[in-house]
């Protein structure tokens, strides 16, 4: 069974400068995907980025982008020019290509942004 | 917006009860996740369903069910609630199944508190 490991239980960063986020994952499929989701206070969830595992390229999306190391199991989420609606938990999950489409969740990080 | 809405926002109800939260998904999606985030247990597929039919079981209680309707809305029922029950759920929605692109939308969530 996949396993989505965050070792990082909370995070802090000052306004503006850069944060990144750690998150492996087990796995012995060869394609798959892995996202980052976005939970604020207000606790709705928000997808971050995606990225697929057949892609050599990290995925980018304005001031976020992914580290992706497949042959590591490592899939870290880089936020720059860090802002204070970046604060929430941010959860990594991983996703098969198999016939069903659940997420498989990490336990999360609390990231919080200072002024 | 995602486009998803769960109703009620909030349910507190007592030990033993059953209860129903109900999800609309997003316009022409087909297929409809449950999760379920819980302090104890983060956060846990439970079911899916596309177009009616019962797509894929998480860990899933036998005290609990779900159903789609015709029109493409569903149903999570939850019965003889423990107070371990207590737990935001969400729905999510999505186009299709294994697509590429296929994102999972979620929405706002219950929160459900048993007493």
């Known amino acids: 069974a996949q396993t989505v490991t965050q070792s990082q239980p909370e995070m802090s960063v000052q306004e503006a400068e850069t944060v990144t986020l750690s998150c492996t994952y087990d796995t012995s499929e060869s394609d798959y995907y892995l996202f980052w989701y976005k939970q604020p206070p207000s606790r709705q969830m928000i997808l971050v980025i995606r990225q697929e595992a057949y892609k050599q390229q990290n995925a980018t999306e304005n001031r976020f982008s992914v580290n992706f190391q497949k042959a590591a199991k490592s899939f870290s989420l880089k936020i720059s020019d860090s802002q204070l609606g970046d604060a929430a938990m941010y959860f990594c999950a991983y996703r098969s290509v198999d016939n069903t489409d659940k997420l498989i969740f990490g336990t999360g990080t609390r990231l919080q942004v200072f002024p | 917006d995602s486009g998803v809405t769960q109703t009620p926002k909030h349910l507190i109800t007592a030990t033993g009860q059953r209860v129903t939260l109900r999800c609309s998904p997003r316009?022409?999606?087909?297929?409809v996740y449950w999760y379920q985030q819980s302090l104890d247990q983060g956060l846990q597929f439970l079911i899916q369903?596309?177009?009616?039919?019962?797509?894929a079981k998480g860990n899933i209680l036998e005290r609990f069910s779900a159903q789609q309707f015709p029109d493409l809305h569903s149903e999570l029922n939850l019965s003889s609630l423990e107070l371990g029950d207590s737990a935001l759920y969400f729905c999510?929605?999505?186009?299709?199944?294994?697509?590429?692109?296929?994102?999972?939308?979620f929405g706002p969530g219950t929160r459900l508190t048993v007493l």
């Open positions: 316009s022409g999606d087909l297929s």
């Open positions: 369903y596309y177009n009616g039919e019962e797509r």
């Open positions: 999510a929605s999505s186009v299709s199944v294994t697509a590429s692109n296929n994102e999972q939308f």
